[in-house]
C-alpha cells in the first residue's frame, strides 16, 4: 500500500504560482494530478511516466503547468504559473503500478487526500 500526501496548495491572486508537491510513502511508477471543483467532476490535470518522459497536460493548463518528478525522494511535483480563477479546485495526487496511465484516471491505483488550491480575481 502506497501513501500519498499532497502540500503546497493555498490562496494565491490571479496571474501568481505555487508549486505542488506529492510524497509518496514508496516507490511509485506513473504517477498524475487531478483536480475537482466544487459541483463538478473530478478532471485530469497532468501525467507523468516513471522515467519523466512521456509527460501530458489537459488543454486547459498547457503552457501554464509543469509536472516533473525526483524518484530519488518518491516525489512529484506540479509547478503551477499565470493562475486562473478557474483553476480553483482541489488538486489530488494520483500513483500507478504501470510505467504511464496518462490522463485515464482508470489507471491510477493509490490517490492522496487532496490539497486546496484557491486563486483570487
Known amino acids: 500500500q502506497v501513501q500519498l500526501v499532497e502540500s503546497g496548495g493555498g490562496l494565491v491572486q490571479a496571474g501568481g504560482s505555487l508549486r505542488l508537491s506529492c510524497a509518496a510513502s514508496?516507490?511509485?511508477?506513473?504517477m498524475g494530478w487531478f483536480r475537482q471543483a466544487p459541483g463538478k467532476e473530478r478532471e485530469f490535470v497532468a501525467a507523468?511516466?516513471?522515467?519523466?518522459?512521456?509527460?501530458s497536460y489537459a488543454d486547459s493548463v498547457k503552457g501554464r503547468f509543469t509536472i516533473s518528478r525526483d524518484n530519488a525522494k518518491n516525489t512529484v511535483y506540479l509547478q503551477m504559473n499565470s493562475l486562473e480563477p478557474e483553476d480553483t479546485a482541489a488538486y489530488y495526487c494520483?500513483?500507478?503500478?504501470?510505467?504511464?496511465?496518462?490522463?485515464?484516471?482508470?489507471?491510477?491505483?493509490?490517490w492522496g487526500q487532496g490539497t486546496q488550491v484557491t486563486v483570487s480575481s
Open positions: 514508496g516507490r511509485t511508477y506513473a
Open positions: 507523468i511516466s516513471w522515467s519523466g518522459s512521456p509527460t
Open positions: 494520483a500513483a500507478g503500478a504501470a510505467y504511464w496511465s496518462g490522463s485515464n484516471s482508470n489507471g491510477y491505483n493509490y
